[in-house]
């Protein structure tokens, strides 16, 4: 629970400070490490110190992620979008218990589980920042930039 506690408040500033798609970026690299370094535990100690590292970077990421999406979505969608944002959570718990059941020992276990999370070594090249993020720092051109990039991808056009 201090892990969670430690990266509510690391990442909250983190990504206020520097960024959603900064934070994300850092907190899933950071998963990565922390989770491929559990493998190499030699002591009880150890493992504890790493589990409140990974427990700290995965609730960062978790809000970090909550705020990008809330603040993506136009008001009339939030509820919704934000409510579907954590089914995700859900189906990955069911595949964590059968991936379990499959790979028995823990160090394998660790290992796989860090393979999905090389994903976040992309997130700063695939995904653009908030706008509402870049506008509240001023910065109203790139805020433009992104909300073109996304009217792009969703096929519309920016008004």
């Known amino acids: 629970m201090s892990g969670l506690l430690i990266g509510s408040f690391v990442f909250g500033w983190i ?3 520097f960024g959603r798609v900064n934070a994300l970026t850092l907190g899933g690299i950071l998963l990565t490490i922390i989770q491929v370094l559990t493998v190499f535990s ?3 100690w150890m493992f504890s110190l790493l589990n409140l590292g990974a427990a700290a970077s995965g609730i960062g990421m978790y809000l970090v992620a909550y705020v ?3 603040e993506w979505s136009s008001p009339s969608w939030r509820t919704n979008v934000c409510i579907l944002a954590q ?4 189906i990955g718990f069911l595949y964590l218990t059968l991936i379990a059941y499959f790979i028995r020992d823990w160090r394998d276990f660790q290992l796989f589980i860090a ?3 090389l994903l976040h070594f ?3 090249y695939l995904l653009p920042e908030s706008p509402r993020w870049l506008a509240s720092r001023g910065r109203v051109e790139e805020a433009r ?3 073109a990039f996304a009217a792009k991808m969703n096929k519309r056009s920016v008004p």
């Open 42 to 44: 030699w002591n009880y």
């Open 122 to 124: 992309v997130f700063k």
């Open 15 to 17: 990504s206020d400070t």
């Open 145 to 147: 930039d992104s909300m």
């Open 115 to 117: 393979i999905p999370n």
């Open 68 to 70: 990008f999406v809330f």
């Open 87 to 90: 089914i995700p959570f859900s």
